[in-house]
């Protein structure tokens, strides 16, 4: 029966049977050529940078990450989004991404919606993607998150069709490195109206698109 808990249960067997597939998968990966996040630019058109405090060490034990960057980038009229970037140099040994929503439970925030975003031209090249959003809410404070699986030449919204691609280019290629790309953006307290935040969280993700893959290969 395709019933939902169907499909959910044929995703969990799905991802279980890749875990198992890569940690048994043991051939050495080629290094890969990639600048180190640190390097990441502070400066991104008219946006700017302020870094936030290092993750926790428990935090990095959990997320499993090779690299990773957390900063916050604000506009000259103050309009501010957060950026995370993870990086897994190979996801042979159970440091598999997994999407930000295993976490935000945790952390106090609920999802509220969620859905999928068509991203046009969002390179300056003609490049469309399709990525996660979702609006996710604590108390009163809301904002619009943004996020994809980056690497390998391809940018995915599913994590069930990013855990799929990662077995075939483990087979394929000898490659299972990957990366979390996501951005927040706090809806403004006294309005419900979404859009601003949503169309911010578009323009900088237009703006770092370009330079991703140096850094996300």
Same mark, same amino acid.
């Given at each position: 029966?395709?019933?939902?808990?169907?499909?959910?249960?044929?995703?969990? #067997?799905?991802?279980?049977? +890749?875990?198992?597939?890569?940690?048994? +998968?043991?051939?050495?990966?080629?290094?890969? /050529?990639?600048?180190?996040?640190?390097?990441?630019?502070?400066?991104?058109?008219? @946006?700017?940078?302020?870094?936030?405090?290092?993750?926790?060490?428990?935090?990095?034990?959990?997320?499993?990450?090779?690299?990773?960057?957390?900063?916050?980038?604000?506009?000259?009229?103050? +309009?501010?989004?957060?950026?995370? #970037?993870?990086?897994?140099?190979?996801?042979?040994?159970?440091? !598999?991404?997994?999407?930000?929503?295993?976490?935000?439970?945790?952390?106090?925030?609920?999802? !509220?919606?969620?859905?999928?975003?068509?991203? $046009?031209?969002?390179?300056?090249?003609? %490049?469309?993607?399709?990525?996660? %959003?979702?609006?996710? /809410?604590?108390?009163?404070?809301?904002?619009?998150?943004?996020? @994809?699986?980056?690497?390998?030449?391809?940018?995915?919204?599913?994590?069930? @069709?990013?855990?799929?691609? #990662?077995?075939?280019?483990?087979?394929?290629?000898?490659? !299972?490195?990957?990366?979390?790309?996501?951005?927040?953006?706090?809806?403004?307290?006294? !309005? /419900?109206?979404?859009?601003?935040?949503?169309? #911010?969280?578009?323009?900088?993700?237009?703006?770092?698109?370009?330079?991703? $893959?140096?850094?996300?290969?």
């Amino acid at each position: 029966m395709n019933t939902p808990l169907a499909r959910a249960a044929a995703i969990c #067997l799905m991802l279980a049977a +890749a875990s198992v597939f890569l940690s048994n +998968a043991r051939r050495p990966e080629a290094p890969l /050529q990639r600048i180190p996040l640190s390097q990441f630019p502070m400066n991104i058109g008219n @946006w700017r940078a302020e870094v936030d405090p290092p993750l926790e060490e428990s935090v990095l034990k959990v997320l499993g990450v090779d690299d990773y960057l957390s900063r916050a980038y604000y506009k000259p009229d103050g +309009a501010g989004v957060g950026l995370y #970037l993870g990086f897994y140099g190979s996801q042979r040994q159970g440091d !598999t991404i997994h999407s930000p929503l295993n976490c935000l439970p945790g952390a106090g925030w609920e999802p !509220t919606s969620e859905g999928r975003l068509q991203l $046009d031209n969002v390179d300056g090249a003609g %490049r469309s993607v399709t990525v996660n %959003r979702y609006v996710i /809410q604590k108390g009163l404070d809301r904002n619009v998150v943004l996020y @994809w699986y980056h690497g390998r030449g391809r940018v995915v919204a599913s994590e069930y @069709w990013s855990r799929a691609y #990662l077995v075939r280019d483990a087979l394929l290629t000898n490659r !299972t490195n990957g990366s979390l790309v996501r951005v927040i953006v706090p809806v403004a307290s006294d !309005t /419900q109206d979404l859009g601003p935040a949503q169309r #911010l969280a578009e323009e900088f993700v237009r703006g770092i698109f370009p330079t991703l $893959d140096s850094y996300l290969p």
